[in-house]
């Protein structure tokens, strides 16, 4: 098929989904090859689509769809994130299982010279398979070692590479020498668009329960603020009622006036003192045989603990000796 009819097909594929989909995840795709892309398209099957191309292809035709769309469109917001090499993955389903694939489908690979760390690399103690004349090689990168059974042994966890920092040659040497795979490559979610608005893909690691948290934070902050400036609003409002009811209380305690919400604290107030001990013993009570409760079942594991730990160790059930 001519090169001008390929690009036309691709223009029209691409303005309908541009059409049809109301998400677009914008993936970065360094290192990743065709046999990793099949894979994903055939994880992503019936969920979504991967659509790659030329960046100058891909501008192209967002200008053409804004123009077609009367020049003014939501969509015109991708347009800046087309930079560098990057691809779309358009979808209707929830953004995170989109995610979960795309990491799910992340290959191992080598460290290699110059390449910045995506993570810290640690080498783990244990053989390395090397011969003891490799010794010095090992001493020139402070790696910790010793001759183990006629090879070389890494005495402790060492820590190779920090994240963010580059690979050095003798780094990649050492690890591809080991045959430690301390990297991954796959599709990288930079930014997501949902619907016209566009966030960084950090946004999909806060959670609801984290949401719930601020919001709660939020709520208490403003609910102080008020109360401290005397500004009554909908979340002080609880704890002016509240305020309100004690001082209540307290000058029906002073005064001896009574009303319906003043009963239970009128009967403890006006008990007889050897009720109220005796009310207060069992209060005291209750609480001591809780904590020993607790301490007794701890014990019990304990004893459950020593008797699993030790028992028939020495081939003896009841104390037999040697």
Known sequence: MPTRERKAQYFTRTKSLLEEY?????????????????????ALRGRAVVLMGKNTMMRRILIEFLEEQGGSHPIESITPLVVGNI???FTNDDVNEIRKVINENRVPASARAGQVAESD???????????????????????PTKISRGQIEIVSELKLVSKGEQVGSSEAALLQKLDIRPFTYGLVLKSVYDNGAVFDAKVLDITESDMKAKFTNALRSMASVCLKVGYPT????????????RTLIAVSAASGYSFEQMADW?????MDPEALAALQAASASAGASGDAGAEEKKEEEEEEEV??????????EEGGGY
């Open 22 to 42: 109301r998400k677009i995840l914008v993936v970065g795709a360094n290192n990743v090859g065709s046999k990793q892309f099949q894979q994903i398209r055939i």
């Open 307 to 316: 008797d699993v730990g030790g028992g028939g160790l020495f081939g003896g």
């Open 234 to 245: 909908l979340v002080s409002l609880p704890h002016s009622v509240a305020d309100g009811v």
């Open 266 to 270: 009128d009967a403890l107030l006006n």
């Open 87 to 89: 691809g779309f993955i």
């Open 121 to 143: 690399v640690v080498v783990p103690p244990g053989p390395t398979g090397c011969d003891p004349g490799q010794t010095q090689w090992f001493q020139a990168l402070n790696v």
